[in-house]
């Protein structure tokens, strides 16, 4: 459903493709639909579900108003009953989409009769655990006339939506929520089924996903609802779903009518207004037949502060499949955001950096032309000569895009920290903890921890490094855990939704704190730092298991909760990325450096992390 991008190709892809297998739910039965003696009005195709009651069934002579066309993507158009031809019920939406799979011959204002099949369309396959969205296929459209005033625009707003979010599943259905009647004044998703298809508008509202490379952004129309400090929508918990986010994208294709650009904290002014659909990219969503205009805000990418002479400052960074393939502006950028942003930390984890030919699946696995190249910008930048180290993975065993060989890299600066080179081990070579001097040190460093763990299948493997600041050392393991892939969206049918992909990243945290208990059993008082993209919140079950017994504490959570977030996702401003400490390192400085997942421009999708502390 997007236009001018390689997605809205893969849309239409999908949609071909569940038309012929059968993914239009019910389609099976359509020929031995009858069709209906009585009028058939659209809230009785919608039903009082979010399954229509008519599902399968052939519909003659449904009546409605055009009241949106989509021209690209999933092509089609939404009409809705007259405001003099509705029901008296909320549950029953009075608009649905009427899905044509060529370029629509109807005008927005047209008076239409359809007849078809009445299905319901999963966006993603049923295995996605989206809802399904309900539709007629297979249209036969008879324009009555034209010009006609639209139905009034249902209002989308703070006294509208309601403040649960959803209804607990049917454990009899598996935990879905598909049989249950709708309660659109007690759920928010039941509110937003309820105008599935159908006219809606929001007012002025503020902007808590940037505009990103689909033309699309999210809106709150709840300002007050867990309110990040810099303008965004904090997902705090499980629970803090945040029921006023709404994904916002607009009918007109993109080459005839530009989107927007807007970042986080900016306000979409005035009524945007068109019908509500629903789509795999992030469930409810107006697309806009009015489109409001965006009022930029003054958010700015931050700069956090630079370390004192006596503190060592360590920081990770997500820089997003770094490869000497990409052009030298995103080096340049990176390195800028390094030097002016992170104020060069002495140590630096990087996650993603690709092997030197990138994406190429030729079994190339160095990534020294990645770094030289990265390290030199850091340099042109103003920046320290860092040196690094890594190890090397296996081809294609790591994860990630096939032949890219993403890994962790330490950069470090050697005028203020020196790297302990012990036996450095190789790709399928475990680390372990021994004494030096009465301190723990590692048996390989750099080294991999536990890396024939079955938790690592197709996973980056944690690098560690010892390091020594001022004659002390300090242990740094630096993680990119599993990632969300397959876990099923907010407003999944499941409710709760399944999040598969935790129980692999649970094992991971479990193989890294076992490896940080053996170290504090070798040095109760050992400085210890685990860090990276740990791909889960930090009130999670992975962040639980990281931190069991005390062995680390998650440095995020000594922030504000309004400022407890490094990624956007869908409107929710949420944690990835993390810095967990030992409990000798008692004191420090948090800082998670807000100068991408903010802002439609990003050099990542992810904010940088620095810690500052003395040890």
Do not use: C
């Amino acid at each position: 459903m997007r236009s001018s991008h390689p997605r809205s190709a893969a849309v239409a892809a999908l949609v071909a493709t569940a038309l012929a297998t059968g993914l239009l739910v019910g389609t099976a039965d359509a020929a031995e639909g009858a069709v209906s003696a009585d009028p058939i009005r659209i809230h009785d195709i919608q039903g009082t579900t979010r399954i229509s009651p008519l599902n399968g069934k052939a519909v003659a002579d449904v009546e409605g108003i055009v009241t949106g066309v989509r021209t690209y993507g999933s092509r089609g158009f939404w009409i809705q009953s007259a405001d003099d031809a509705t029901d008296d019920d909320a549950a029953t939406s009075e608009g649905v989409f009427v899905f044509t799979g060529s370029v629509p011959t109807v005008a927005v204002g047209d008076a239409v009769k359809v007849s078809g099949t009445v299905g319901e369309y999963v966006p993603g396959g049923v295995n996605s655990g989206n809802q399904s969205a309900t539709q007629i296929s297979k249209p036969t459209v008879t324009v009555v006339s034209s010009g006609n005033a639209l139905p009034r625009a249902t209002a989308i707003n703070e006294y509208t939506v309601p403040a649960e979010y959803a209804p607990a599943g049917d454990t009899a259905a598996g935990g879905s929520i598909n049989g249950l009647a709708l309660e659109p004044s007690r759920f928010a998703l039941d509110f937003y089924e309820s105008l599935e298809g159908m006219n809606v508008k929001i007012g002025t509202s503020r902007v808590v996903g940037a505009t990103d490379p689909y033309s699309e952004l999210w809106v709150t129309v709840k300002g007050w609802e867990n309110a990040a400090k810099r303008g965004g929508t904090v997902y705090g918990s499980y629970e803090s779903q945040n029921t006023g986010r709404l994904q916002i994208q607009q009918l007109a294709p993109v080459t005839q009518q530009p989107f927007p650009v807007a970042n986080v904290g900016d306000k979409l002014t005035g009524t945007t207004e068109g019908p509500l659909d629903f789509n795999q990219f992030g469930g409810y969503t107006l697309v806009a037949r009015t489109l409001g205009t965006v009022k930029a805000g003054t958010l700015a990418p931050e700069k956090t502060k630079a370390q004192a002479a006596n503190e060592l400052a360590v920081a990770t960074y997500n820089v997003e499949n770094l490869d000497p393939t990409d052009p030298q502006e995103k080096f340049d950028a990176l390195a800028k955001a390094v030097v002016e942003n992170l104020a060069s930390p002495d140590i630096l984890a990087l996650e993603e950096i690709q092997d030197d030919n990138g994406a190429k699946n030729d079994g190339v696995v160095s990534a020294e032309q990645t770094l030289t190249k990265f390290t030199a910008a850091i340099a042109a930048a103003g920046g320290p000569a860092y040196q690094w180290r890594t190890i090397d993975p296996e081809n294609n065993k790591d994860g990630g895009e096939p032949g890219g060989n993403i890994r962790q890299v330490f950069l470090f600066n050697p005028a203020r920290v020196s790297f302990t080179e012990r036996a450095p081990g190789d790709a399928v070579t475990a680390t372990g903890v021994t004494t030096v001097n009465g301190k723990a040190a590692l048996t390989r460093s750099p080294g991999r921890v536990d890396p024939a763990n079955p938790a690592w299948a197709d996973s980056r493997k944690p690098l560690a490094g010892e390091f020594s600041f001022k004659g002390k050392p300090v242990i740094v393991i630096a993680n990119h855990f599993g990632s969300k892939g397959g876990d099923e969206g907010l407003t999944s049918h499941h409710q709760p939704p399944v999040r598969s992909s935790e129980a692999k990243r649970l094992l991971q945290a479990q193989a890294v704190n076992g490896f940080v208990k053996d170290v504090l059993a070798a040095q109760k008082n050992a400085n210890v730092l685990v860090l990276g993209d740990i791909n889960d919140f930090e009130f999670s079950a992975t962040t639980d298991a990281l931190a069991d017994g005390g062995a680390l504490y998650p440095a995020i959570k000594s922030l504000p909760k309004a400022e407890r977030y490094s990624y956007v996702y869908q409107g929710n401003a949420q944690v990835l990325d993390q810095i967990l400490t030992s409990p000798a390192i008692k004191t420090f400085t948090y800082d998670s450096v807000h100068i991408n997942a903010e802002f439609a421009a990003q050099n990542s999708d992810h904010d940088p992390q620095v810690l500052r502390f003395r040890p």
